[in-house]
């Protein structure tokens, strides 16, 4: 089989490898991406919901917080200099019901000290200024929020990448990896690539090609299925731009919410229900390796002994139009299932870990000529440019 030799070899063609290959091809460095699928940006970038996040949610201090600030300032001059369509358009995060305004407040303290600017407490009677359709106590206005297509701009990154002698290679799985002779040796569907570093981006699979590695994760990744319908175009004006609800601090999802995306259609969701596959995105897609992975790790029935109603509740809008429509109509009581039609799907990789805790902050493991980014969830798209920075960083010192 062929061989390849290069400086760092990137598992993984999603926007978080690929902006760490662009970052690194920036630097000098001799890169190469494998993906095993045939397109970039197939699995969790091609499956996000277009939304540049402002950093809003995440803790004061946490990689979360500092990379999405960062990152999306760095995104959107990206995407102006490259001609990118994108739209700063702002959000509205709403309360509604008496009980969610102290979890609100906290969000406006949080945006605040993540060093945001312009946002707005709005009373009962100021939300319709921004969104004549919904109904709430109180919300919050966070104008630094916006749209972009991310699979487009994972395009951009590639493109940046083979401008500077980088190579994107499609269809070529990873198979195996092992140190020699001071470097790695990465066996792959296609042939070998002999690197001094490998970074894994690899998603959805990260913590098996850690443990292929050598490397213990110390979690296992989780998916969950995150489904969404669309409003028909008729109804589209039911929501200006973005509808957020209050978030439940102890969920690591934002629950459904009302969006607007960059083509201009709209839709509502996700939920979250757990996926019995990693990689296919059918309703009742399964695979015996991914289930049996799922359900004999510790951590799986730890997680599951504290949300089980929460999973149940989940479950139910998985299979009952009107019981997903509900959980929009507290933001925008006018919507009715008649308005929408069942759209597309993505699946998010949790990192949970054996005790029941999920990771909520991204994660990075470096090892003797190896990085792995072991969680990268929202808002990585948007902080890629930080994230990949970053990961370049650690693999350029282990070069050095």
């Known amino acids: 089989m062929p061989t390849t030799r290069c400086d760092v070899v990137i598992v993984g063609g999603g926007i978080v490898g690929l902006a760490t290959a662009r970052a690194l091809a920036e630097s000098g460095e001799k890169v190469v991406v494998v993906e095993a699928e045939q397109r970039i940006a197939t699995h969790q970038t091609g ?17 979360k917080a500092k990379g999405c600030r960062e990152g999306a300032d760095a995104l959107y001059k990206y995407c102006e200099e490259r001609g990118i369509r994108h739209e700063r358009c702002g959000k509205l995060v709403l309360a509604t019901e008496p009980n969610q305004l ?71 799985s990873f198979v195996d ?22 970074v894994n981006c690899g998603g959805l699979h990260a913590d098996r090609i850690a443990t292929r590695c050598g490397v213990d994760p110390l979690v296992r990744i989780v998916p969950f299925r995150g489904e969404y319908y669309e409003l028909l175009p008729q109804h589209r004006g ?38 019995l596959s990693r990689g296919h995105y059918g309703r009742f897609a399964f695979s015996p390796r991914d ?28 299979m009952m139009k009107r019981s997903f429509i509900a959980a929009a109509q507290r933001l925008v009581p006018e919507l009715e299932p008649s308005h929408v039609q069942r759209a597309g799907c993505g699946l998010r990789a949790l990192a949970l870990q054996r ?46």
């Open 238 to 275: 039911l929501v200006r731009n973005l509808v957020y609800p209050v978030p439940d601090p102890a969920l690591p999802f934002l629950g459904v919410h009302i969006t607007r995306h960059i083509d201009g259609t709209v839709s509502a969701g996700p939920n979250a229900v757990l996926a």
């Open 291 to 318: 289930f049996f992975g799922t359900i004999t790790y510790p951590g799986f029935w730890r997680l599951l002994r504290g949300y089980w109603r929460t999973g149940a509740s989940e479950w139910m809008r998985s």
């Open 47 to 63: 499956h996000n919901s277009g939304v540049i996040h402002s950093g809003l949610y995440y803790a004061a201090g946490s990689a």
């Open 102 to 172: 102290a979890a609100l407040d906290e969000l406006e303290r949080r945006g605040v000290t993540n060093g945001l600017e312009g946002v707005k407490h709005l009373g009962a009677d100021e939300l319709s200024e921004y969104e004549p359709h919904v109904t709430g106590v109180a919300g919050l206005w966070v104008p630094q929020t916006g749209l972009v297509d991310f699979v487009e701009v994972a395009h951009a990154y590639a493109s940046d990448v083979r401008e500077k002698d980088g190579q994107v290679r499609t269809n070529e």
């Open 177 to 198: 990896a092992e140190r020699a002779d001071g470097g790695t040796v990465v066996t792959t569907t296609a042939g070998e690539v002999v690197a001094d570093v490998l």
């Open 355 to 400: 005790d029941g805790t999920l990771v909520h902050d991204f994660r990075i493991v470096e090892a003797e000529g190896q990085v792995h980014v072991l969680n990268a969830p929202s808002p990585a798209a948007t902080a890629s440019l930080h994230i990949g920075t970053q990961i370049a960083r650690i693999a350029t010192r282990q070069h050095a």
